[in-house]
């Protein structure tokens, strides 16, 4: 890129896939970016334990499926997939895995760690690979990303890797700030908040903003009615609403978001939220993009942007 041009590589919604980040992290090179982010629900959502018949043979419940282990390379194969799909594992001996039935402080505690243990994992092997290639990586969080998120990301420094969570930052004298938090989800995860508060937060973020036309909006929610925000309604049992043989599609962005766009005009905004909404969505000037996301199958879903000095030079969807 040229003197005042400046790449970035943007991906969101990878939910504890080592494939996926390792791809992410890989992307700074085969792209030649000089920056790229993760925007938001960057942790697992499950867990599977592995247990110790005592014979020698160890145990697992796959998609309903009972997968039994003989050795140790069998165990490592099925760990390896597992953690490509999103998904945390732990061994257990069949005592102790009995004595973590109905223990949910256990259970959490176990989940946690697996989770932290993950996030520390990748924030050593971004630091690493950035190194090499002088890339910056920036890290937000999302609605379905727990607390404990922000502690193992505030408490670890890492040259390269910059947490920015309801922050302002620089990037090649464009300003970004970013949000994670969603508005009311069926899935009641563990960062939502109603349109009111939202519009707070973003306001007061924003109003960070010295040129706000010149900025970018890391946003994991995209704005409703967008295109990037379409996703089957759900029932009050998680079920999709059928309607003439077909799901009933609905708008899960939010007013908020599209409000702030509207009013501060940014350059463009990176949003992910609804997996299956990839695509891109131009609302006044700002250019709204989701990259979606296919993490459980391994495949990185991406975007590419192109900034030089006060405008958005271009700017592509990629995947691999």
Excluded at 43 to 68: C, E, F, N, R, S
Excluded at 184 to 208: F, H, I
Excluded at 267 to 275: A, F
């Amino acid at each position: 890129m040229g003197k005042n041009k400046s790449r970035i590589f943007f991906v969101t919604d990878v939910h504890g896939s080592d494939r996926c980040f390792r791809k992410f992290v890989n992307a700074a090179k085969f792209y030649k970016a000089q920056h790229i982010i993760l925007g938001g629900d960057i942790t697992g959502k499950a867990m599977i334990p592995i247990i110790d018949h005592g014979d020698g043979t160890w145990q697992a419940d796959y998609l309903g499926d009972a997968k039994v282990f003989k050795n140790e390379i069998e165990i490592d194969e099925f760990t390896k997939m597992l953690g490509d799909s999103g998904i945390y594992w732990l061994r257990l001996s069949k005592q102790e895995y009995e004595d973590m039935q109905g223990n949910k402080k256990k259970i959490d505690d176990e989940f946690n760690l697996a989770m932290k243990n993950s996030l520390l994992r990748w924030l050593k092997l971004a630091s690493e690979r950035l190194k090499e290639v002088d890339a910056t990586c920036y890290i937000s969080i999302g609605n379905d990303d727990d607390l404990i998120v922000d502690d193992v990301l505030q408490g670890e420094t890492y040259p390269k890797v910059v947490f920015c969570e309801e922050k302002k930052v620089m990037i090649d004298g464009h300003e970004m700030i970013s949000f994670g938090t969603s508005n009311r989800t069926p899935w009641n995860s563990p960062r939502e908040a109603d349109e009111p508060e939202l519009k707070e937060k973003l306001e007061k973020l924003s109003a960070e903003l010295e040129h706000p036309e010149n900025s970018i909006y890391s946003v994991h929610v995209p704005p409703i009615n967008s295109g990037l925000d379409t996703c089957p309604k759900i029932d009050a049992n998680f079920k999709p609403v059928i309607s003439g043989g077909h799901p009933v599609m609905i708008s899960a962005g939010s007013t908020s978001v599209r409000e702030c766009i509207e009013k501060y005009k940014p350059l463009v905004g990176l949003h992910g939220h609804i997996h299956e909404s990839r695509g891109i969505y131009k609302l006044g000037r700002t250019v709204c993009i989701n990259p979606g996301s296919e993490y459980g199958q391994g495949i990185l879903r991406g975007a590419i942007v192109d900034l030089e000095d006060n405008k958005l030079s271009d700017y592509l969807l990629v995947s691999g």
